[in-house]
């Protein structure tokens, strides 16, 4: 299959440092493990894993073009995805200053949220259109290829974000004074409104 489709490697590589360095969803990952443990994190990391290789796979089959030739809307999505990011680093920062094992009963954010929140995120849709720009290839093995691209980002994905999950709920022990609670929820509220507005601003 690598004779056919020599873009893969360098795909995966680069499935790899998008998704292991830190943005918006990797922190989020982090803040609900920290806060709720490691099985709260789960649906958030799949949500996010299953719908941007969903995107992939909708750009491929042409479905991103309206991107490149509706500026306007891009802009948009852009705007409605900081103001969501810039809500929940606000719920987060205004936490109650609990421990971690009476909090149990806090909002979460869920499958449903953490896959939202990549629809309206246009620099995911960006980065989808990028992936088959540059690695999907052309010819009648390109719709193929996309599939390929598709599956691939999501196995890579998911043990990426999972590994947030984990330094999320190891940092648990040092969590269980109040203060300390309310410390690590500003500070995580405090770089995922910077991660939203420095995407903007970039």
């Keep these: 299959m690598l004779s056919s489709f020599p873009t893969l490697l360098p795909f995966a590589l680069f499935a790899f440092v998008a998704s292991i ?26 949500g996010a894993c299953a719908s941007a290789a969903m995107l992939v796979l909708l750009v491929g089959t042409g479905a991103g073009s309206s991107l490149t030739t509706w500026p306007m809307l891009q802009v948009l999505m852009q705007w409605l995805g900081v103001a969501w ?35 309206i995120n246009p620099k995911t849709w960006m980065m989808a259109l990028a992936v088959v720009s540059v690695f999907a290839g052309a010819g ?14 999501f196995l890579i994905s998911l043990p990426c974000l999972g590994a947030w999950a984990l330094l999320g709920a190891g940092s648990g022990r040092w969590l269980q004074s109040p203060r300390s609670m309310q410390r690590f929820n500003r500070c995580m509220g405090l770089l995922l409104l910077g991660s939203a507005w420095l995407s903007v601003l970039a």
Excluded: C, D, K
């Design 140 to 153: 009648e093995q390109r719709l193929v290829h996309v599939m390929y691209l598709s599956v691939v980002f």
């Design 85 to 119: 990011l810039s809500y929940l680093a606000w719920q987060i920062f205004r936490a109650p200053a609990q421990a971690i094992s009476t909090e149990q009963t806090a909002r979460r954010l869920g499958l449903l949220g953490a896959a939202g929140l990549q629809w």
């Design 21 to 46: 360095t830190p943005g918006p969803t990797n922190l989020l990952v982090l803040s609900n493990s920290a806060r709720f443990g490691f099985a709260a994190a789960v649906p958030i990391i799949l």
